[in-house]
């Protein structure tokens, strides 16, 4: 079963993104507040999906560490955002994929299908 960290400051978006993932088969942790570094201890993701803008601290910011960091650089690293032109940023800041929110379920399932498969 593949493992997926996912990462938002919103309640409701993490419980469909984990409700719609863990009906697909895959094992779920979420982080609302953005701090993994004690997930990451314990649960190995196998895909992060992480949230732009987070209350706090910019997804970006924390995209970059993980992409810095040799033990998550290679994890393919899926970026969220309601601002369709975060995509740009995102990508620079090191994210493989991009969503814009709100999402259809069928893209989003093909995205992180994909990601997993590379």
Same mark, same amino acid.
Do not use: Q, W
């Given at each position: 079963?593949?493992?997926? /960290? +996912?990462?938002?400051?919103?309640? +409701?978006?993490? =419980? ?6 863990? =009906? ?5 942790? !979420?982080?609302?507040? &953005? ?8 649960? =190995?993701?196998?895909?992060?999906? /992480?949230?732009?803008?987070?209350? &706090?601290?910019? &997804?970006?910011?924390? +995209?970059?560490? /993980?992409?810095?960091?040799?033990? !998550? ?19 620079? %800041? &090191?994210?493989?994929?991009?969503? %814009? ?8 399932? =093909? ?8």
């Amino acid at each position: 079963m593949k493992k997926i /960290l +996912a990462i938002d400051d919103d309640e +409701a978006i993490l =419980e469909v993104v984990k409700f719609i993932l863990e =009906e697909n088969d895959y094992e779920v942790r !979420t982080s609302e507040n &953005g701090r993994i570094s004690g997930i990451l201890d314990e649960f =190995e993701p196998d895909m992060i999906l /992480l949230d732009v803008l987070l209350s &706090g601290e910019d &997804g970006r910011d924390i +995209a970059r560490r /993980l992409k810095s960091d040799k033990k !998550t650089k290679n994890i393919p690293l899926v970026m969220i955002s309601a601002h369709p032109s975060a995509n740009v940023s995102a990508k620079a %800041a &090191g994210a493989d994929e991009f969503i %814009a929110k709100p999402f259809e379920i069928d893209h989003f399932l =093909e995205v992180v299908d994909k990601r997993l498969r590379h």
